[in-house]
């Protein structure tokens, strides 16, 4: 080694100034020439002690431990070993070369001291991702159909479901009063009066059946058989002719008058009028001067009804022969033909009366195909 001679002192070298956040920035550090290939290698001096400092320089204060920073983004250069020995104990004690608290080993000893708490991350440390690939297990097609066919009920989906159970409880109970009769809205004396005028209508059908079976019997057993036959051939030409429309006919009845108040009639109340007459037993049916037969037809507008091709002018008057009283209630049920007057902004009386004559008759055609069924025997 070369050690430079006796007399002549060493090089002082310049401290470097700290600055005061206690940080050495890169440019303060002045990198030395490395040696030159094949030159041989200076030990350095010895280290100096406190006799061989220069006159009139004090030894650098001990500089305290740099706290933590954002590393430095350029790259310090660091001197040789020797070459940082060369520059004495000044420029030694002027840079730290204490690690920052983040580069020292979990297991050193400066750091047992710490407390566990301190190492414990405050934010809450995200689950570990499920395995992927190769390495995640693959569960088997009846699993996964299993998984997808499983029911998952909700909240939502157990109010939805309750809802729609009362909707439909809701919609059966609606179509059962819809489809109850409306004889169930009729007070206890209309219910009473039908009773008895079916009860009297059924007495009725008794009595004609009696009859037939009677006249069946003098046909069938020979006894004045011809006169029987004539007798009974014209009572059914004089009902045949009633029913349709080629003879009048009198009787008991009730009369029927609708008046147009504050709205017109509509053909369909007419007709819906002359249904109500008919399911009550009515015989011979009149309005105006035109008679009612099974082929009769309402047709034009409201305010302008045709029957049978005949403009019908209000007030129009109805003229019926059958029993008054089933008529006469017939007609006044709630709900039934003069409440549907009533509607279209019409009025309706119905008198009861003991003698009702209908005058009014029909042309009937004769039929030109129709010929009757031959009697057997004949």
């Known amino acids: 080694m070369t050690r430079p001679a006796a007399d002549e002192p060493p090089a002082q070298s310049t401290p470097t100034p700290v600055p005061q956040d206690g940080t050495v920035a890169a440019d303060d550090v002045t990198p030395l020439d490395a040696p030159s290939p094949g030159a041989p290698v200076a030990d350095g001096p010895d280290l100096l002690d406190g006799t061989d400092l220069l006159d009139g320089t004090d030894p ?32 030694a004690s002027s840079v730290d070369s204490t690690p920052p608290p983040d580069d020292l080993a979990p297991d050193d000893p400066e750091h047992d001291d710490l407390e566990h708490d301190d190492l414990t991350p405050t934010g809450s440390v995200p689950d570990a991702p499920a395995a992927t690939g190769d390495d995640a297990p693959r569960p088997g097609a009846w699993t996964t159909l299993g998984r997808a066919m499983r029911p998952s009920a909700s909240k939502g989906q157990l109010l939805a479901a309750a809802l729609c159970a009362l909707l439909g409880f809701a919609l059966v109970v609606q179509l059962r009063q819809s489809d109850e009769s409306q004889l169930g809205s009729l007070r206890q004396n209309d219910l009473v009066r039908l009773l008895d005028e079916t009860t009297t209508r059924a007495d009725e059908l008794s009595r004609e059946a009696v009859e037939l079976e009677r006249e069946r019997d003098d046909l069938v057993s020979g006894t004045d058989s011809q006169q029987a036959a004539l007798d009974a051939a014209r009572r059914n030409a004089t009902t045949q002719g009633i029913l349709t429309g080629r003879l009048p006919a009198v009787g008991p009845g009730v009369r029927i008058t609708l008046t147009e108040t ?27 001067d035109t008679r009612v037969v099974a082929s009769s037809a309402f047709t034009g507008t409201a305010g302008e009804v045709v029957l049978d091709g005949a403009l019908l002018e209000p007030p129009y008057r109805w003229l019926v022969i059958g029993d008054p009283d089933t008529m006469a209630t017939a007609l006044e049920i709630p709900g039934g033909a003069i409440a549907a007057v009533r509607l279209d902004g019409g009025s309706g009386s119905v008198e009861q009366l003991e003698d009702v004559e209908v005058d009014a008759v029909v042309d009937v055609p004769e039929p030109l195909y129709a010929t009757p069924v031959p009697v057997e025997g004949s």
Do not use: C, F, W
């Open 262 to 288: 504050s709205g017109p009639i509509r053909p369909v109340t007419m007709l819906h009028v002359l249904e109500e007459l008919r399911n009550a037993g009515a015989e011979a049916i009149q309005i105006n």
């Open 60 to 91: 650098a204060e001990p500089v305290a431990a740099p706290e933590p920073s954002d590393p430095v983004d350029a790259t310090v250069p660091v001197a040789p070993a020797g070459a940082r020995e060369h520059e004495g104990g000044a420029a």
